[in-house]
């Protein structure tokens, strides 16, 4: 019989709704059920892709036993991450002071006040490798709970009150400057791995955010240090295993420092911001890899994610079945053996894409299975064409095999990622039709993610919203896709609506006093703990995202107050910059903005003309592009400007304006 999750909208959820765990969603009833019975909450977060949740889930909540055991002596609490990223930190940051560590599928006990007192990630169903099984862990709390409650609810209440003390080093009143930048340039360097690509060592996750710095830091200062440090990795990726060499796009990371094998899930977020990274290094350099890289993630979000509504799923499983056991094992549906490639390609070339695409006897993965990579042989000379035949041989031959689920949840913050990313792809490679699935996803976005007065809900599924609201980094990454919107298309509402976004930024996740950011609005539902982090992670932080769109925004339109909370909100880069700059990439892209100005392009001229494209492939960091007809009033920037011309404006003085497209370049170049 279905338990409570069987009327959510959360594919995560709804894979638990036939667990024999009584689970309750995350409310008010939940905790007043416990309060009544008198025992504890097993809270347990995970999401639909994650591998080790599901194996926990098929260890643990689908045996009768165990579920028997955890519906007698707790109100049993699942949580999607992604659907409440609030929870999902608040709890996270109590498992990682209590344990050094943190992961998913996290299991946390509470008190019937939502207080933590023991935490975990992953257990097993029986003891092993040094751990308790979750059994006896379940009943050491159910033992704890019943015979030294006093002592349990005493240590809940100082783990709450020491988060509540755990006060955030804002770093500074003052913008990050050249020295912090330079310091953190010199960081990232020490963390390089020059023979492979990418910082620190396994597993090891694709820099999207710090390689976007690199790439501004190189056109502001002409660093051919960052330019290499950019470069090198993106093209260690693009040859690697982390990299889907039949269909586009990549996997969440690499389990080995050499990009060789994944962990198969396909993120929406990762995707939407490679995409974009490598469309800006091809804007760079001109690199032919970069230019397929680009145009094959973006390929692969259109044919893969996109929901029938428009907007993109939020990832591809990690597991899937092998046709031959006919198990769920990860990496299935991407692995291939040498014999399997001679099934599919005959003799005569196999040979050809056993040593191009790196399948050897021995496997690189398991069971003498290979991840596909584009390893660089020396003095092999490949017919193009050919092998291009081998992949699209392969590639139909994989679509015959059961293919890996996917979240079909529509999350607002990484959708904004995508239609960004979509929006510039389509404008730089003259796709239209990928300009055109962004703006797709905006209008979802708009019609049913805002209600009437800009506040945005977190995640929808199959048309029907859901019913969390938008943290910090929905409103960020949603209104960076419009900015990014309005200067591909030259509509100008995409700007208004990126505007009502941040007037809401302003309003409900500011601290007026010392001008940081809360990752959840002032009025949205109270935790033990407001969340307030500004550092990125797999995503821009909430923080560092606001101020890039704040940012962008004041230079659209002269709003002085979103600049004065952009640069307010980068003090915390001038902090965090020199000490961990890994983990500020994105605040270290939107501090090379803000100190390049940024600039300010109009175009009077039509979308897609010479100047409008040459304004959008401009490399100074961050700059801002509108565009539109002589007396137009879609955009700010257009005022009074009517001569057919490029006009760049910077710190308040203007160039003077130019039509010849090599000029404005020349302008344009950082």
């Known amino acids: 019989m279905p338990n409570r999750l069987a009327h959510e909208t959360s594919p995560y959820l709804l894979q638990h709704a036939d667990n024999p765990v ?81 992961g998913w599928p996290m299991t946390v006990f509470l008190t019937p006040d939502a207080e933590p007192f023991y935490f975990g990630t992953y257990f097993p169903p029986e003891p092993r490798h040094g751990m308790p099984s979750f059994r006896q862990v379940a009943d050491g709390v159910r033992r704890a709970w019943t015979d030294r409650r006093d002592e349990v609810t005493d240590v809940a ?153 428009g907007g993109f799923a939020s990832a591809l499983d990690a597991d899937s079945e092998d046709a031959v056991s006919g198990k769920h094992v990860e990496g299935a549906y991407y692995v291939w053996t040498p014999e399997q490639l001679r099934e599919v390609l005959g003799d005569a070339d196999t040979e050809l894409a056993a040593t191009c695409f790196g399948v050897t006897e021995e496997g690189t993965f398991e069971e003498g299975a290979s991840v596909l990579q584009l390893p660089v042989a020396e003095g092999v000379v490949v017919d193009a064409a050919r092998l291009e035949s081998i992949r699209e041989r392969l590639l139909a031959a994989r679509s015959q095999r059961p293919a890996p689920g996917r979240d079909d949840k529509v999350v607002a913050a990484w959708n904004g990622l995508a239609v960004a990313a979509l929006a510039e792809v389509g404008a730089y490679f003259d796709r239209p039709d990928l300009v055109a699935a962004a703006v797709g996803a905006g ?22 919203v859901g019913a969390n609201a938008g943290v910090l980094e929905d409103y960020a990454d949603v209104a960076e896709g419009f900015l990014a919107l309005a200067s591909v298309t030259g509509e100008g509402v995409w700007l208004e609506f990126a505007g009502f976004l941040l007037d809401h930024v302003l309003a409900q996740f500011v601290d007026a006093e010392s ?30 995202a606001a101020a890039g769109a704040l940012l962008s925004y004041a230079a659209q339109t002269g709003a002085e107050p979103h600049r004065l909370a952009a640069e307010r909100a980068l003090g915390v880069v001038k902090g965090l910059a020199p000490r961990a700059p890994r983990f500020i990439g994105h605040g270290l892209a939107v501090a090379e903005a803000a100190l390049d100005g940024p600039r300010e392009v109009a175009v009077i001229g039509e979308v897609g003309s010479e100047l409008h494209r ?16 002589a007396g137009g009033d879609e955009f700010p920037l257009l005022a009074g400007r009517d001569l057919p011309a490029a006009y760049v404006c910077r710190r308040f003085v203007c160039d003077a304006p130019t039509t010849d497209a090599g000029e404005l370049a020349a302008k344009l170049s950082g």
């Open 157 to 309: 209440g100082k783990i709450v009150r020491d988060l509540a003390d755990r006060q955030l080093a804002f770093g500074s009143d003052e913008l990050p400057g050249e020295d912090e930048l330079a310091q953190a340039l010199l960081g990232l360097t020490r963390d390089y791995d020059a023979s492979r690509g990418g910082f620190g060592g396994a597993p090891k996750f694709p820099p999207s955010m710090v390689v976007e710095f690199l790439l501004r830091h190189y056109a502001r200062t002409g660093s051919e240090g960052a330019l290499q440090m950019a470069a090198d990795t993106c093209e260690r990726m693009a040859r690697g295993g982390i990299y889907d060499q039949l269909g586009g796009g990549f996997a969440r990371y690499s389990v080995d420092r050499e990009w060789v094998v994944p962990h198969f899930e396909k993120m929406l977020y990762d995707n939407a911001l490679l995409c974009r990274v490598y469309a800006h290094l091809w804007r760079a350099t001109g690199s032919d890899l970069a230019r397929r890289v680009a145009l094959e993630t973006a390929d692969f979000m259109v044919r893969e994610l996109r929901t029938n509504e």
């Open 614 to 629: 040459t304004a959008l492939l401009g490399t100074a960091p961050g700059a801002v592009v509108a565009v539109g007809p």
């Open 515 to 544: 001008g940081s950011l809360y990752d959840t609005a002032a009025d949205a539902e109270r935790l033990i703990r407001r969340p307030q982090d500004p550092t990125d992670n797999a995503v821009p932080s909430g923080w560092t």
């Open 22 to 102: 009584d689970w309750w969603p995350w409310s008010a009833g939940a905790f007043a059920q416990a309060r009544e019975r008198g025992v504890p909450v097993l809270l347990s977060v995970g999401y639909s892709s994650c591998h080790w949740c599901h194996v926990m889930a098929h260890e643990s909540f689908e045996d009768a036993d165990t579920a028997a055991f955890l519906n007698e002596h707790f109100v049993n609490v699942k949580v999607d991450r992604e659907e409440r990223p609030d929870i999902d930190a608040v709890y996270m940051e109590a498992v990682q002071a209590a344990t050094g560590q943190g």
């Open 443 to 464: 209008d979802l976005l708009v019609r049913l993610h805002m209600d009437d007065r800009a506040r945005l809900s977190r995640t929808s599924k199959d048309g029907q």
